[in-house]
């Protein structure tokens, strides 16, 4: 059982930059069996998959639309996943949710899924306004 609890949502201006940051609650030493992603849903608009980083936190992956201001890595050692937001746009608002699938077996620890690859625990979500 993975309970996940996103942190770090707010205002930030055009520009401005954002850590958001996914705690991971489990009996389990670390995160090393799950995948882990950001997904992102605007204001009357359908949840869309943002990042996703492999289950040894060696391999990220991102939405063509976020690719070169968005970073995702993954903390081992507290059992969290941070996505920083740089330059930051109006379009990168809405709610950011943290979800984790559970590594499929055959699955090297490098292995990293698409985006639409279906999670298995979702957390409930940190709000992100970028306003001036």
């Known amino acids: 059982q993975l309970q996940l609890v996103e942190s770090g949502g707010g205002l930030v201006p055009p520009g401005g930059s954002l850590r958001l940051s996914c705690a991971a609650s489990?009996?389990?030493?670390?995160?090393?069996?799950?995948?882990i992603a950001w997904f992102r849903q605007a204001p009357g608009k359908a949840r869309e998959g943002v990042s996703c980083i492999s289950a040894d936190g060696t391999t990220p992956t991102y939405a063509e639309f976020v690719r070169g201001r968005f970073t995702n890595s993954k903390d081992h050692a507290n059992k969290m996943v941070h996505l920083q937001i740089d330059g930051a746009i109006s379009a990168a608002s809405g709610v950011y949710y943290c979800a984790a699938a559970r590594l499929p077996p055959g699955r090297g620890t490098g292995w990293i899924p698409g985006l639409a690859y279906p999670m298995d625990y979702w957390g409930r979500g940190t709000l992100v306004t970028v306003s001036s």
């Open positions: 489990t009996s389990e030493f670390s995160l090393d069996n799950y995948i």
